[in-house]
């Protein structure tokens, strides 16, 4: 047994590892290389590396790819200074090579080639890894909180009934949800929104709009650490998906410049049947409260357009949730919290220490690629 490298080539003993263990993976083959080819050869961030970054780390036995680490390179930015992110994607490890994990975590965590390392979608035994090789919980708590809205009551019904083992010749009960007068009372605050400085943007015209947002939003939230959010990454992050097609930029304008957006990404629970839609992206210039409101019930109306159930967000500055929380969200907590990290140097560290040099949502590692 050996722990090396992860290459492009590797792409489909990763999938087949990853769909052995009930991971998500690409439909076709055709699909996963595209896939693979578009995370680790096509990502705008490699330019910003000395040589080519590690793709991710593997564990082979016998000849046969039987664990597996991946890496997504990515660049934010804090106080105007560049951050080579190393972000985590699709830990597999087959369970009787999961007492090689340590061989893993050091090769992912102990390395001079980047500033930072992120874990965005820990699960119980993957955060308990995090701390054991140095890392820390994201200082802003209010991340592990989900604000979400029932768009369909009869569908997020019949969900949650699945979800507690009602059988299914009852799960007709939640069909009844409709029947009420029950969307109102839900979203009466988004359904009241004025949207007519909300336009659509198709993923593929993202253009010099957002680059000079960019621009701005780097000023606007100096102090905090960035994502790169120009659009060729934005295209080629939110591209990825198998969802893309149901992936929505809405813009808010003022005069004809853009001063905020929402991303909504597809992010369905085929389990229990649950329709989801979730806001993978919120940004808005100078905490702009009426731009916020209007983007979340934008985002609200596409959620019904597509027929999902409920509509999602987690992450963003307390003071923007704040202004969220007007619109009368469900919260709900996570399990586990997912979102850890690890600066290479005391000086990030300790910036990172703190809450207020966060600007956190589904965007950053690798939670909303699907």
Request: glycine share 6%; with cysteine; proline share 5%.
């Amino acid at each position: 047994m050996r722990v090396e490298p992860v290459l492009f080539e590797d792409f489909q003993a990763i999938t087949d590892l990853m769909q052995r263990l009930g991971m998500a993976v690409p439909e076709s083959k055709a699909r996963s290389k595209q896939f693979w080819a578009g995370l680790w050869l096509e990502n705008p961030a490699l330019g910003h590396f000395e040589g080519l970054p590690e793709l991710g780390w593997k564990i082979i036995s016998n000849n046969r790819l039987v664990g597996f680490f991946g890496n997504i390179p990515q660049i934010s930015w804090i106080r105007s200074q560049k951050v080579l992110v190393s972000t985590a994607r699709a830990w597999a490890v087959e369970r009787e090579f999961r007492w090689a994990v340590p061989q893993l975590c050091e090769a992912f965590f102990n390395r001079n080639t980047i500033d930072l390392v992120i874990i965005s979608s820990a699960n119980k035994p993957a955060s308990k890894r995090c701390l054991e090789f140095g890392g820390s919980q994201m200082p802003e708590s209010s991340y592990q909180e989900v604000f979400y809205w029932i768009v369909s009551p009869s569908g997020f019904s019949q969900s949650l009934l699945r979800k507690i083992g009602v059988p299914n010749k009852l799960l007709r009960i939640g069909k009844f949800a409709d029947l009420l007068p029950l969307r109102p009372l839900f979203a009466a605050a988004l359904e009241n929104q004025d949207r007519q400085s909300i336009e659509e943007i198709p993923l593929k015209s993202l253009g010099r709009q957002f680059d000079n947002f960019w621009s701005r939003m780097q000023v606007d939230y100096a102090d905090r650490l960035l994502a790169t959010r120009d659009s060729k990454t934005l295209r080629w992050y939110f591209g990825l998906s198998g969802n893309a097609k149901e992936t929505k930029f809405f813009g808010h304008f003022e005069n004809g410049i853009l001063k905020g957006y929402i991303v909504v990404v597809r992010d369905d629970v085929s389990l229990v049947n649950l329709r989801r839609l979730r806001i993978a992206d919120l940004v808005v210039l100078d905490e702009n409260q009426s731009a916020v409101k209007k983007l979340i019930a934008a985002a609200y109306s596409e959620a019904k357009a597509q027929g999902c159930h409920i509509l999602e967000l987690t992450g963003l500055p307390p003071a923007i949730r704040e202004i969220i929380s007007t619109l009368k969200p469900f919260r709900r907590k996570m399990q586990t919290f997912p979102f850890y990290f690890r600066a290479l140097s005391a000086d990030l560290a300790n910036q990172l220490s703190q809450a207020n040099s966060w600007y956190v949502t589904a965007y950053d590692g690798d939670s909303a690629i699907y």
